[in-house]
């Protein structure tokens, strides 16, 4: 089945600084990536997902790149702020439906 | 903007008993999910659920799991005698078709004691 790594599992940035988070998955099957925030004790809330079709999609000062060849995704945060603190989680799904969860990393924002 | 609800937030059960986790997922959507989340580790896939038949289910969904969508509204998922370990958070979720996102409910908070 599908394998999920996410990296690192904790990250500290200045407010103001870009803050990345890497995921592989194994696969190859899989053309569905979403990210979810959560923070502390409420649901995850998808902030932006990303087609196999498609190598790069952004949403304000949120990205995500995907490397189909190499297997791996990418959530890039620009000019981050307090309330960007929370735990993300990166996903694959194949074609079977299911989410398989990376396993997560505590963002920390430095005001 | 709809959104799953799961009844209810917290649940105390003692170990051996029947616990029912309800959801009411949003209501033009036809896949449905169980997730399980253990203090501070990932979340898990438990199962999949559509036309009223399980479609997918992983290795934790094990015989003590059962799931049903009784009525037009509720979605629920039913652990038979439940174990200290099963003590975590059960996220339920639901999706219009299998092109698009998944919305999580706010969870139910299960502790066996």
């Known amino acids: 089945g599908e394998n999920v790594e996410q990296h690192p599992s904790t990250l500290s940035v200045q407010e103001g600084d870009s803050a990345v988070i890497k995921c592989t998955y194994s696969d190859s099957a899989s053309n569905y990536f979403p990210w979810y925030k959560q923070e502390l004790g409420k649901r995850p809330q998808l902030i932006i997902d990303?087609?196999?079709?498609?190598g790069e999609k952004k949403d304000q000062r949120i990205a995500v790149t995907l490397n189909k060849t190499a297997k791996h995704f990418s959530l890039h945060i620009t000019e981050t702020q307090p309330e960007d603190s929370a735990v993300y989680f990166c996903?694959?799904?194949?074609?079977?439906?299911?989410?398989?969860f990376g396993t997560g990393t505590r963002l920390t924002i430095i005001p | 903007e709809p959104e799953v609800t799961q009844t209810p937030s917290h649940q105390v059960t003692q170990m051996g008993q029947e616990v029912i986790l309800r959801c009411v997922p949003i209501?033009?959507?036809?896949?449905f999910y169980w997730y399980r989340q253990i203090l501070g580790q990932k979340v898990e896939f438990l199962v999949s659920f559509y036309n009223n038949e399980i479609s997918e289910k992983s290795e934790i969904f094990d015989d003590q799991f059962s799931v049903e969508r009784p009525d037009g509204s509720n979605f629920t998922l039913k652990i038979r005698s439940t174990k200290l370990e099963d003590s975590a958070m059960y996220f339920c979720?639901?999706?219009?078709?299998?092109?698009?996102?998944?919305?999580f409910g706010a969870g139910t908070r299960l502790s066996v004691l």
């Open positions: 996903a694959g799904e194949g074609g079977n439906e299911k989410l398989t």
């Open positions: 990303i087609r196999s079709n498609v």
């Open positions: 979720a639901s999706r219009q078709d299998a092109k698009n996102i998944q919305y």
């Open positions: 209501s033009n959507h036809l896949y």
